[in-house]
């Protein structure tokens, strides 16, 4: 008789059923730590720094000093801190993704922009 090739898949099959099984148990016991690792990401939070921030997320379409590229500048703009905020949030149809900065920094963040001069 030939070998039959599924028991390999088989047995692979259980035993990683088996993992996840006994994984998911392992963090029934660990669901303080993770509670208390979002007060923690919250506190960072508190820390936002709207200049690192922009060198992250805003130079590669906003040019590297913000003046604009392939996206409008930032610089000196017209726009009010609401309609800042309202483009960060919500996006824009041109290209501009909304979401980018948490909405917790919007304010910051369309505070740190205005001051560019």
Do not use: R, W
Not at 8 to 17: A, D, E, K, N, T
Not at 58 to 74: D, F, K, Q, R
């Amino acid at each position: 008789m030939g070998k039959n090739p599924i028991v390999p898949f088989l047995l692979i099959m259980g035993l990683g059923i088996g993992l996840i099984f006994f994984m998911s148990l392992y963090g029934l016991d660990q669901k303080d730590e993770i509670a208390n690792a979002d007060t923690e990401n919250a506190e960072v939070a508190a820390d936002f720094d709207a200049e690192s921030f922009s060198n992250a997320k805003c130079v590669s379409c906003h040019g590297g000093n913000l003046e604009g590229g392939g996206a409008p500048g930032l610089v000196g703009t017209a726009l009010s801190k609401e309609e800042l905020k309202d483009i960060m949030k919500n996006g824009t149809d041109g290209g501009m993704p909304g979401g980018l900065v948490p909405d917790a920094d919007l304010d910051a963040m369309a505070d740190y922009i205005l001051s560019l001069e």
